[in-house]
């Protein structure tokens, strides 16, 4: 290797400006300001290396990729997206606007039924028979109970374990209702006090309180709340019970005059809407009412006092007889207002619970059964109105009398009676009234045709006109389909079936002259603004003459104040009383066969100026006597005697007719 000095590499030196080439003023000052005069390299300086870039761009061109297409890309991405934005916000709140609110409104929003407080029912001088009172129906909202809501997984256990024993419901029940999925809304109880409701509400802000101060404590009780609405009372518990009827879970009558007149009585439900957060009720624009309009009030004809006095006296006597049971009826003989209807054993309203199914309803109304001999008042209107007798009428009665398939007797066993045809009334014969009404036509079959008219013309057989719950119509067969022992059992009260109040009616009809007026029980409504409405007038109908009317009047005294009559206990000191007895055989209801008695007895006073009738019926005594004129007398008496002092009804102060019962010659 030599040891001379490599030849030095030869550094060119700036390039010189081609002469020929003119340079721009811009590329000169371009120059000058990349190296000033003063900034001049020293001799022995080493120029300075061009950058790796511009070395690299001189030697040969590598470039960069344009970053424009990736920029597209994600623009179009976020176009998609935001058109998807708009496209669903155009849904929700343009196309489906009216969907997503009525779900937020059913979410936010309950609604409920107001219900309108029902109409009182008075008597005729406006005492409280059944009204209403304050009530809560317990609701929940089970949303609220969930573990979500809640926190807890057993919420409707724990609020079921607090609720029941004050609602007194079963806890699983309860548990099972809050649990109901789906819903905002369940009833818990109905128609609870404001005792109830108030203990509930104390206990829930006790728990909210608690809630509040330890973080551990759940209020389970935050989704129970309490519609106000109105509970049915009867003040009087069970007085008028078969008259009033009740009224049913739902709200209805569930019988009576509840029932008969529920639209009236009912009123018309409002409605409200109202949001709802929390358990608790908040008051938005959002929110609607429509009140409810309060049900009127109906006026019975009904006296409270006189019926306290009729239903004291019929349960007295059905105790002591051990009877089946027993009703009183008390009418106006001149309006055909019904002022007591009571019936024995009866109900209270406000517990049915311990009411049995037997003495539900109203029996004055709805029991069937053979009136017995009160009922010869009718033939005897037939007899006299035909004019084929008069009181003073000989009739020989036979210890025995044989007509068609039977052999007929009287109550007594007795030698021939001679009586008068008034004596054949104050002595209950069964045999002379058969005789007297055999003269009603040529034929016995024509007797029973004309028989037949009379007692369709006093209501037998036919609606009373009050229009109740349940009520029968009794048993009237067309003559032609009587048979050979009813041709002369009907005439005396058997074989025929009447309910207590047509037997009223008919001796109100007597009393009131030969008119009958149907009997009425509604006095007429009030409003709520306290516009009163009469009832509509009663039918009148005449059914025998007021001279035949007056002659029956003065011989039903004959059962009363002659000592040979049967009604001698039915006696008030200072008034003239007029009225029957009756004993007929008792049709058992459940085996269809004659079995023990139903004892009887009507009438009224004053006899000679009528302003009230009283009808009692007993069914089936078992203890003492059973006939009517012992059982049933005293208390016609009683009822009567209250009655005519509530009424202010003076005695007439005239002589009693004192017609003869037995025949001289």
């Not at 030599?2 to 080439?21: I, Q």
């Not at 058969?434 to 079959?445: E, M, N, P, V, Y």
């Not at 009813?486 to 009616?505: H, L, M």
């Not at 069914?619 to 009655?643: D, L, R």
Request: aromatic letters at 6%.
């Amino acid at each position: 290797m030599s040891d001379r000095e490599p030849p030095r590499r030869r550094v060119p030196g700036p390039a010189r400006p081609d002469p020929r080439r003119r340079q721009s003023p811009g590329a000169r000052q371009s120059r000058g300001a990349r190296q000033s005069p003063g900034a001049r390299q020293s001799p022995g300086a080493r120029p300075a290396r061009r950058p790796v870039q511009a070395r690299g761009a001189a030697r040969g061109a590598i470039r960069l990729g344009s970053p424009r297409p990736r920029l597209r890309m994600v623009g179009l991405a976020l176009t998609l997206v935001l058109i998807t934005f708009v496209v669903r916000l155009l849904q929700v709140q343009a196309v489906d606007a009216s969907a997503y609110a009525a779900k937020a409104d059913q979410n936010r929003y309950v609604g409920r039924t107001l219900a309108a407080v029902r109409g009182e029912i008075v008597d005729r001088n406006g005492v409280e028979l059944a009204t209403s009172e304050d009530a809560y129906d317990i609701t929940a909202d089970p949303t609220l109970f969930t573990s979500d809501s809640t926190g807890v997984p057993d919420a409707p256990e724990q609020a079921a374990a607090l609720l029941a024993p004050i609602i007194g419901q079963d806890t699983d029940a309860v548990t099972k209702k809050l649990r109901t999925p789906h819903t905002r809304y369940v009833l818990l109880a109905h128609r609870q006090t404001p005792q109830v409701w108030n203990q509930i509400k104390d206990l829930k802000n006790t728990l909210a309180t608690k809630a509040r101060t330890d973080k551990g404590t759940v209020n389970v009780l935050a989704g129970v709340l309490a519609e106000p609405t109105t509970k049915r009372v009867y003040p009087n518990g069970d007085l008028g019970a078969g008259i009033l009827g009740w009224v049913n879970a739902e709200g209805k009558g569930g019988g009576g005059v509840e029932q008969q007149l529920n639209e009236e009585l009912a009123g018309k439900d409002g409605k409200i809407r109202y949001a709802q957060s929390g358990g608790r009720l908040v008051p938005t624009a959002g929110s609607a009412e429509t009140p409810a309009v309060a049900g009127s009030e109906v006026e019975l004809t009904i006296d409270r006092d006189i019926q306290w006095a009729a239903q004291n006296a019929i349960t007295e006597q059905v105790k002591q007889s051990k009877a089946d049971r027993g009703y009183v009826v008390v009418q106006d003989t001149r309006t055909g207002q019904i002022l007591a209807m009571a019936n024995s054993p009866g109900f209270d309203p406000n517990d049915l619970s311990r009411a049995s199914a037997s003495s539900l309803g109203n029996a004055a109304l709805q029991d069937a059964y053979e009136p017995g001999s009160t009922a010869k008042v009718m033939s005897m209107a037939a007899v006299l109105q035909e004019n084929v007798a008069t009181p003073m009428t000989h009739v020989v009665v036979p210890n025995r009398l044989h007509r068609g398939d039977r052999l007929f007797q009287d109550d007594v066993d007795h030698a021939t009676w001679d009586l008068t045809l008034n004596g054949v009334l104050a002595k209950s014969s069964n045999i002379g009234t058969i005789l007297a009404t055999g003269q009603l036509g040529k034929t016995q079959q024509d007797a029973n045709r004309v028989l037949y008219s009379y007692l369709r013309k006093f209501g037998i057989g036919s609606p009373t006109g009050l229009g109740f719950p349940g009520e029968t119509n009794g048993i009237l067969a067309p003559p032609d389909k009587w048979s050979t022992s009813q041709q002369y059992t009907i005439p005396f009260g058997q074989g025929v079936s009447i309910n207590a109040v047509q037997a009223a009616s008919v001796y109100s009809t007597i009393a009131n002259g030969g008119v009958r007026v149907e009997p009425t029980l509604v006095r007429g409504t009030k409003v709520p603004d306290g516009r009163f409405t009469p009832a509509p007038k009663p039918e009148e109908n005449r059914v025998v003459s007021d001279r035949t009317a007056k002659t029956l009047a003065q011989m039903l005294e004959s059962v009363v104040d002659d000592q040979e009559g049967t009604g001698t206990k039915a006696r008030i000191p200072g008034y003239r009383v007029a009225g029957k007895t009756g004993t007929a055989n008792r049709v058992d209801p459940a085996t269809g066969k004659y079995r023990g008695y139903t004892s009887s007895f009507a009438g009224f006073a004053p006899a000679d100026n009528p302003r009230v009738t009283v009808y009692c019926a007993i069914q089936n005594a078992t203890k003492g006597s059973y006939y009517g004129g012992q059982i049933c007398g005293p208390i016609f008496k009683q009822v009567m005697e209250f009655a005519l002092k509530t009424l202010q009804v003076p005695p007439t102060g005239a002589p009693a007719a004192n017609l003869p019962v037995t025949f001289t010659p």
